[in-house]
């Protein structure tokens, strides 16, 4: 019993870093596919959470997905919605998790939400403001509702993977997240100015 009891609680840790991931592509979809697991009870909110299962809640957050998904079809917009999206997937992914996490002190709590749910949404949405970035710069942002429409489809993925198979999807999740981490922390170096050599007298 008390081990499939830390069976659940790893499940539902690795849930909430899916979700967390996912909401590094989009921020709200995730929230309101949580909302909705709590509400039919695929997933277990914690009791200070049950906030999000409210259908006054749930419809507000629906009405903000699907303009977060078209704002991202328009021109300047979807630029402008990154620099946005950016606090707000981190924000988004530390509440995430925090609802997830078995009850503790709440240091604890949201230190580990922080690390794990926004740390995780924002390595993330890093990723797609530079994929972004490149788009616009090479294609003149023509390019950039493919970018937008992959984004919004990894999303969905990554949301029914973390419904369907947490624990697994999320070791997946956690790969990628190290190795974007590398991949951002490498193209930072190498945008590092490097040092002149002193001129030869």
């Known amino acids: 019993m008390e081990n499939l009891s830390d069976l659940t609680v790893l499940s539902a840790i690795m849930a909430g870093i899916c979700l967390s991931a996912a909401a590094g592509l989009r921020v ?3 929230i309101l596919a949580l909302g909705l697991a709590g509400r039919f009870e695929i997933l277990e909110l914690s ?8 259908e006054p809640v749930l419809a507000i957050v629906a009405i903000a997905a699907l303009l977060e ?9 979807d ?18 998790v925090s609802s997830l996490l078995p009850e503790m002190n709440a240091v604890s709590q949201w230190g580990a939400a922080a690390l794990l749910g926004g740390g995780t949404a924002g390595v993330v949405q ?12 090479s294609s003149g942002g023509l390019a950039n509702p493919l970018v937008s429409t ?37 193209a930072l170096l190498r945008r590092r100015p490097r040092e002149q050599p002193p001129p030869v007298v």
Not at 47 to 54: G, I, P, Y
Not at 79 to 96: F, R, S
């Open 47 to 54: 009791d200070q959470f049950a906030w999000m299962t409210s």
């Open 126 to 137: 890093g990723s797609t403001v530079m994929a972004r970035g490149v788009s616009t710069s």
């Open 69 to 77: 998904v078209g704002g991202y079809y328009i021109p300047v917009v």
């Open 150 to 186: 992959g984004e919004t489809a990894g999303s969905i993925f990554t949301i029914l993977m973390a419904l369907i198979v947490p624990v697994l999807f999320g070791l997946v999740v956690l790969i990628v997240v190290a190795w974007l981490i590398f991949r951002l922390v490498r």
């Open 79 to 96: 630029n402008l919605l990154d620099i946005l999206a950016t606090p707000a997937a981190i924000g988004g992914g530390t509440v995430i």
């Open 28 to 30: 709200f979809l995730p």
